[in-house]
């Protein structure tokens, strides 16, 4: 098993609509939780972080955490082109350091 | 305001040949890491060091090593380039041991042939 596992995509969404990007963690000691947006031929870019359960708004995103289910979720509303993305997951131990998912690759169609 | 600079962005490399990535940050961040990032994959950790001074290995550390020059440096070292370590290349900063997420370089994409 994978210590991290984001759905395997790719997702499509119409323009407007909302985008939810899922990811599950094996570590029941993780402790922070990320998402990254990147898009191609770029570097990664932190757009969100959560440390505790329940929801955490940031304008149109929002990040969902429930330890008990070891799941953390991304909800994008009035999803825009340019949200057009790759979308990692990443995960916190004691150990100081992020494990990633391998993303998942979402476009907006206008 | 530079945030995080690698320097080279693209290298090709002859098998057998060796090379150092240099990267450097400005934010007075304590920890930095070194990933790499192949098709499809998400990133896997190669080396990284807590704070200056240290250093550990990451989940695929065979074939490179590193060097924390000071607070703000840390250069990745291919010694001998294998085909299999064409990637791209991130190095990345944190503030506290990856507690606030990283901020990236813009990555250096190293072909070896």
């Known amino acids: 098993q994978k210590e991290v596992e984001q759905n395997s995509g790719p997702l499509s969404v119409p323009e407007g609509a909302i985008a939810s990007l899922n990811c599950t963690y094996s570590d029941r000691g993780s402790q922070s939780f990320f998402w990254y947006r990147q898009y191609s031929g770029k570097s990664p870019e932190l757009i969100m972080s959560i440390y505790s359960n329940g929801d955490k708004e940031d304008g149109r995103f929002t990040a969902q955490l429930n330890k008990a289910s070891q799941y953390v979720s991304l909800l994008i509303r009035d999803s825009q082109p340019s949200d057009s993305a790759t979308y990692l997951c990443a995960v916190n131990t004691n150990a100081g350091k992020s494990t990633f998912g391998d993303g998942t690759t979402l476009t907006v169609k206008p | 305001n530079a945030g995080v600079t690698q320097t080279p962005k693209f290298q090709v490399l002859k098998t057998g040949q060796s090379m150092t990535l240099q990267c450097a940050q400005d934010?007075?961040?304590?920890?930095m890491y070194w990933y790499r990032q192949d098709p499809g994959m998400g990133l896997r950790l190669i080396y990284y060091?807590?704070?200056?001074?240290?250093?550990d290995k990451g989940e695929v550390p065979n074939g490179y090593n590193v060097s924390r020059l000071n607070k703000r440096e840390f250069s990745l070292r291919l010694e001998s380039a294998a085909p299999s370590q064409t990637s791209v290349y991130f190095c990345a900063s944190s503030e506290v041991e990856a507690h606030y997420g990283y901020t990236f370089g813009s990555g250096t994409r190293l072909t070896v042939v």
């Open positions: 060091s807590a704070s200056e001074g240290t250093t």
């Open positions: 934010m007075n961040h304590n920890s």
